[in-house]
Nanobody, 123 residues
Framework: QVRLVESGGGLVQAGGSLRLSCAASGRTFSNYNVGWFRRAPGKEREFVGAINESGGIIYYVGSLKGRFTISRDNAKNTVYLQMNNLNADDTAIYYC????????????????WGQGTQVTVSS
């Protein structure tokens, strides 16, 4: 069992930056792949990016690549999502999720989820 807690969300002006954190407790976090997802108002949850257990493989949705950066510090049991040059379309609840099985873009592949953190970008 892994418990995930996101933090770092908030209100930011367009063009600004935020860094989200996903802190894990429970099992050995360094064994888990971690994905970031988001759900914008009135829309389906969508994949943002993922990082494998070692941090050696990172994947981003093409439209976000260059603005968003995922990293992890296994010594701190934490994965980060750095978001730069934010715009109104980035307004959403952001979730992190973890699994042991596969490095995946699909939300159905993830077994553990955080509660989400709200990011609001004002234009």
């Amino acid at each position: 069992q892994v418990r995930l807690v996101e933090s770092g969300g908030g209100l930011v002006q367009a063009g600004g930056s935020l860094r989200l954190s996903c802190a894990a407790s429970g099992r050995t976090f360094s064994n888990y792949n971690v994905g970031w997802f988001r759900r914008a108002p009135g829309k389906e949850r969508e994949f943002v990016g993922a990082i494998n257990e070692s941090g050696g493989i990172i994947y981003y949705v093409g439209s976000l690549k260059g603005r968003f950066t995922i990293s992890r510090d296994n010594a701190k049991n934490t994965v980060y999502l750095q978001m730069n040059n934010l715009n109104a379309d980035d307004t959403a609840i952001y979730y992190c999720a973890a699994n042991l099985r596969a490095f995946s873009k699909s939300d159905t592949a993830y077994d553990y989820w955080g509660q989400g953190t709200q990011v609001t970008v004002s234009s």
